[in-house]
């Protein structure tokens, strides 16, 4: 058996990083794909190596003969790699290939050794290796039957997105037997190029031979494993992400802030949302105005904050929306004066808008890291401030304040002339959530020192919309923020998911009502684990102390490297004992959930 490795593309979507040099001299990791590629060959006991090369080809040739002078490797130049495709490239080299079993790949590939050895395993004598398609993925599609057999070749202009549950995409790593090679790949490809020129792709031969020739090319699934096409600059960071070791791999991932339908496979337990909603009519009805929503502008914010307070029922003049409960966040910080008391642990994003010497600290001190009312007021009481943050529920401890004692910190807070922030972004997942709300006119009304957040986020289930609110009788704040912000902070899809919620609000209580159901079922689960303490939630995660076993570190680490699995490590968190090991788990639906039970359950 052999190899063909066609590296003759200029890479142009790369910029910067193929200017002088061809896609597999990039670098992952510190590795470069062609070193990559050829030391995974190299295991396989081939008899020769082919390479085609082409754009910057002498310095690849350069240094492949360099660094592998052991190595049987062969070159075939195309001189005209910038008129023609790699079918003319695949053509080049149409000599060596007709004389043994071949494995076909592009450079630009990055997989685990795995995945060459799959095809090897394979009984399959000619197949093309598959990935079930996801929305990262680009180029050509095929659809197989029940035996693992090619039905059809999907190229880019006969995509069709009502047939992705179809769709698998090539991994670009073909197998093929010297009979198939000779017999009906080189006479089609001949004939192929001959008709339609050398502008084209190889898989269009495979397209053709599927149509016509009636051969049985199978597709080897190669379901599980790590792999990642480069084609740009955004491709190339997440497969830093993906192939890295494992401590850098978590740390990359944690570092991108989200975006994680970019990673193949996993499953997110870190971020916050509502599993149950938005329900299917409603992402219909958006589907239904896409092309309006994408090619108009969004309107400003006078006609988004009318939208977010018929969303609240609020007056108009009591509230402004945000691009996400962060940009309001950021805005709001900037804007208080004086001392700001701060409970620990918390969402950060406040705290760290603020010097050190702003913040007061209160610590929960209990093994449940949970707090009431008398126990704030007790200690601001005998340290000063001139204001207090309160997210009710906690994250992430999901300690919550029922109204009583929300009651009780608004009445304390107006006679001490502290201004009083409540972040209730996850109070619809409490069971008493409907009393315990503070967005009402009459409450904001009657005081007008209370500021309420609300990301539209977390409980809705629209994160990448990206929405929040405050809402205040303070006008002057209000009037400040409006002006702070971008008039055109809110996108058209936003604004047009929130002028649609009104007929929906029914389906929102009943996806709350199903999530607190969840919730229960799955806390019972996770407190059957035996390394783990569950901390009572009213919000839509666990906090869960480790109590043997692992280090959240180390439990977290494992989860990703061997599960895809990503959940919140806790331990850089302010407010945690340091000989405690605390992680969080977001509840998502039944099937994820059950996934992530039977993983701990098996450690």
Not at 188 to 196: D, H, K, N
Not at 288 to 296: H, K, V, Y
Not at 490 to 501: D, K, L
Not at 563 to 589: Q, T
């Amino acid at each position: 058996m052999q190899a063909i490795i066609l590296a003759a593309g200029m890479g142009r979507r790369l910029g910067e990083f193929t200017a002088d040099n061809t896609k597999c001299m990039l670098e992952v990791n510190g590795i470069r794909l062609i070193d990559r590629m050829l030391g995974q060959l190299n295991r396989l006991n081939l008899s020769r190596i082919v390479v085609v090369i082409g754009y910057e080809g002498q310095k690849l040739k350069n240094y492949i003969s360099k660094r592998y002078p052991d190595l049987p490797i062969v070159f075939v130049e195309n001189n005209v790699y910038d008129k023609t495709n790699n079918i003319y490239s695949l053509w080049l080299a149409r000599g060596y290939m007709a004389e043994e079993e071949t494995l076909l790949l592009e450079s630009d590939l990055i997989f685990e050794d795995s995945v060459l050895q799959a095809a090897l395993d394979s009984s399959y004598r000619d197949c093309a290796l598959i990935s079930k398609y996801e929305t990262w993925m680009d180029g050509t599609m095929v659809r197989i039957d029940n035996d693992n057999n090619i039905v059809s070749f999907i190229p880019k202009k006969a995509f069709n997105y009502s047939d992705v549950p179809y769709y698998y995409k090539t991994v670009n790593i073909y197998k093929f037997s010297k009979e198939f090679i000779v017999n009906h790949y080189l006479p089609f490809l001949e004939a192929y190029i001959r008709v339609l020129g050398e502008n084209e792709y190889y898989e269009q031969v495979l397209r053709v031979i599927t149509l016509i020739d009636g051969v049985g090319l199978k597709a080897l699934p190669i379901t599980g494993m790590h792999w990642y096409e480069i084609d740009d600059v955004q491709d190339l960071r997440i497969a830093e992400a993906i192939f890295a070791r494992p401590e850098e791999r978590l740390e990359k991932i944690q570092h991108s802030f989200g975006g994680y339908w970019r990673y193949p496979g996993l499953l997110d337990f870190c971020y916050l949302v509502n599993p149950y909603f938005p329900g299917e009519r409603m992402i219909d009805e958006m589907k239904a105005n896409f092309e309006p929503l994408l090619r108009d502008y969004p309107s400003g914010m006078g006609v988004n904050s009318l939208l977010a307070s018929k969303y609240f029922g609020l007056r108009h003049d009591y509230v402004v929306v945000g691009n996400g409960a962060a940009e309001l966040i950021k805005s709001l910080m900037g804007w208080l004066e004086g001392k700001v008391g701060v409970v620990y642990p918390t969402f950060e994003e406040y705290p760290n808008r603020l010097p050190h010497d702003r913040i007061v600290a209160f610590t929960a001190s209990n093994s449940d890291l949970h707090y009431t009312a008398d126990d704030l007021i007790a200690y601001f009481s005998e340290h000063e401030i001139d204001n207090l943050l309160l997210v009710n529920p906690d994250n992430p401890s999901g300690n919550f304040i029922n109204r009583e004692g929300l009651d009780k910190l608004i009445e304390w807070s107006e006679s001490k002339g502290v201004r009083l922030i409540v972040d209730e972004s996850f109070v619809d997942f409490a069971d008493t959530a409907v009393e315990a709300t503070l967005l009402h006119n009459g409450i904001l009304e009657s005081h007008p020192t209370l500021y309420v957040m609300k990301s539209i986020s977390k409980s809705y289930g629209v994160p990448g919309l990206r929405l929040g609110i405050l809402a205040s009788a303070d006008r002057d704040l209000i009037g400040y923020m409006r002006k702070d912000v971008g008039i055109w902070n809110i996108n058209s899809f936003a604004e047009f998911y929130m002028q649609i919620y009104g007929k929906y609000e029914k389906d929102y209580e009943r996806s709350c009502d199903r999530f607190r159901e969840e919730r229960e079922i799955f806390g019972s689960e996770l407190s059957e684990i035996p390394f783990l303490r569950v901390i009572p939630s009213q919000a839509n995660y666990f906090l869960c102390e480790i109590t043997g076993r692992f280090t959240s570190h180390e439990l977290t680490i494992r989860l990703l490297t061997e599960f895809n699995i990503l959940i919140k490590d806790c331990s850089s968190k302010k407010g945690f004992k340091a000989d405690k090991e605390f992680i969080r788990i977001a509840i998502r639906d039944r099937k994820d959930n059950n996934r992530l039970v039977q993983v701990l359950k098996s450690l």
